[in-house]
């Protein structure tokens, strides 16, 4: 149970293949079902930091991907203008600017 649970599948799902209904799945393996959702999770998020931790084009898609989803960073930039509708205006965007933000 445990290992379907991790894997992905949902209590719907692992009922369906064992030929229960959801609500006595869960009332009966319901600690099965969390645990194997939470080592899963644990897993991932540990190959995810040694990924993110290490050197190379894959160590900075998951630093960033990391820095999104645990520190909640974010890449917008929010541009503010006023004035007449007539007016051209030309942005350059920096790693520098984006410091400032």
């Given at each position: ?62 630093a960033i991907f990391w820095l ?34």
């Amino acid at each position: 149970m445990e290992a379907l649970a991790g894997f992905g599948l949902s209590t719907a799902e692992i009922a369906c293949v064992l030929a229960t209904d959801e609500q006595n799945l869960k009332a009966t393996y319901a600690h099965e079902l969390e645990s194997g959702s939470i080592k899963a999770n644990a897993r991932v998020a540990e190959s995810l930091y040694r990924k993110a931790t290490g050197e190379g084009r894959v160590a900075v898609t998951a630093a960033i991907f990391w820095l999104k989803t645990r520190a909640r960073w974010k890449e917008t930039c929010i541009h503010e203008l006023e004035g007449k509708l007539d007016t051209s205006v030309t942005f350059v965007t920096t790693y520098e600017d984006m410091k400032l933000l």
